[in-house]
Structure formats: C-alpha cells, structure tokens
C-alpha cells in the first residue's frame, strides 16, 4: 500500500526558505489519476489546502500562499517537494502530504505523519 | 472562491449517542464533498468520499448525505474512539477547501 513520509528541518529562520520533502513508497508518484498535496494545519487550528502537482507537471496552488510557495516533483526519486519563501512565525505548522485522486470526485489518501516546522529565531 | 462552514463547532456527546455535523457550502457543489477524521497528534482520515461513499474499512456507523449546499455526516451509536474532530472538504476544482472543523468531545 502507497504510504507517505514528510522529511525536512524542524527549525526554519524568520525570513528564510523552508523545504520539505514526501517521499512515496510502495507506489509510483507517477501513477495517472493522482495528484500529490501539501496540506498544512497550525497548532491547534484546522486543515489548509497549500497545493497539489501532477507527475507531468501540472501544478494548482491556494490563492493566499501563491505568491511564496514552489511545489516540485522529481519522479525518479519518487519525491514531491514543497518550498515556501519567507517565512514568518504565521507558517509554524504541521506540514502533511497527501495523495490526491485526481478529478472533481477526488479525496485525499492516504496521508503522511505530518512533519512539525517552526519558524523561530 | 467556494467556502466550507461546519457546524457546530464542537459538541459534547456520550457513548451511544446520534451525533450530526453539518457542512455548508457557499456555492453549489453537487456531491464533491468528503469527511474526515483526526485524533490528536494524528494525520487527518478519510471517512466518506461523494458526499455518502463509506471508505474501505471505515465502521458503518458514519455515513454522510446531501449534496448542492448542504452535507451532513452521521455518526450512529457512537463509540468512545469516535471522540475527535471531524473536517468536511470540497473536491471540486482548486483550492479543495476544508471546513473549520467540529470537535466531538465525551
């Protein structure tokens, strides 16, 4: 079964760049009619959609975080990244991948752990 | 863009209870609807897809209906794992919204 692991610094720097990354196992990242999310939730506070790629490349991106965040993929290491520019003490959350079926009748499934990233000097 | 409101945004419930949570849509999106549940310290579950699809493995229990505006997920004869927070999101078109959340408490 696909599972999903969340890799990256726990500590980013106000102003900087945080990266993380998904790896995918047991699965292809490059299987057709799935796209590969980053869903963030600050402590305490609900679920937000950050945006979602396709393995050919095709990427969507949640207005509000456009301006600042990358999504990638690198298909031969079966990885989807996410970088997210300057960063301030608003972007401290836990970071989670998701697959993503593709289409209007789509879900998210299955998910990482979550990776916790604070943003402190 | 389409927003997502649930409520109540929390509730108290017992063990055998017939616990509701609602979800609102600000614009028509027939049945692209899903539910999900996280437990602290937890990623989030998916329950129900299309708004009434139960997910492989999921307890009969839950069950979600509606579509257009209005979605409810249904928990009958709820159990003491069930006490978490439950989150409706839409699945139609970017960004796939989520609701605020409703936290079923004991």
């Known amino acids: 079964q696909v599972q999903l692991q969340e890799s990256g610094p726990g500590l980013v720097k106000p102003s900087q760049t945080l990266s993380l990354t998904c790896t995918v196992s047991g699965g292809s990242i490059s299987s057709d009619g799935y796209y590969w999310s980053w869903v963030r939730q600050h402590p305490g506070k609900g679920l937000e959609w950050m945006a979602c790629?396709?393995?050919?490349?095709?990427?969507y991106y949640n207005p509000s975080l456009k301006s600042r965040m990358t999504i990638s993929v690198d298909t031969s290491k079966n990885q989807f990244s996410l970088k997210l520019s300057s960063v301030t003490a608003a972007d401290t959350a836990v970071y989670y991948c998701?697959?993503?079926?593709?289409?209007?009748?789509?879900?998210?499934?299955?998910w990482g752990h979550g990776a916790l990233v604070t943003v402190s000097s | 863009d389409i927003q997502m409101t649930q409520s109540p945004s929390s509730l108290s419930a017992s063990v055998g209870d017939r616990v509701i949570i609602t979800c609102r849509a600000t614009q028509n999106i027939k049945n692209y609807l899903n539910w999900y549940q996280q437990k602290p310290g937890k990623a989030p579950q998916l329950l129900i897809y299309?708004?009434?699809s139960l997910q492989s493995g999921v307890p009969s229990r839950f069950s979600g209906s509606g579509s257009g505006t209005d979605f409810t997920l249904t928990i009958s004869n709820l159990q003491p794992e069930d006490f978490a927070t439950y989150y409706c999101?839409?699945?139609?078109?970017?960004?796939?919204?989520f609701g605020g959340g409703t936290k079923v408490e004991i």
């Open positions: 998701a697959r993503d079926r593709a289409g209007d009748i789509s879900w998210f499934d299955p």
């Open positions: 299309a708004a009434s």
């Open positions: 999101q839409k699945s139609y078109g970017p960004p796939r919204t």
């Open positions: 790629i396709y393995h050919r490349g095709a990427t």
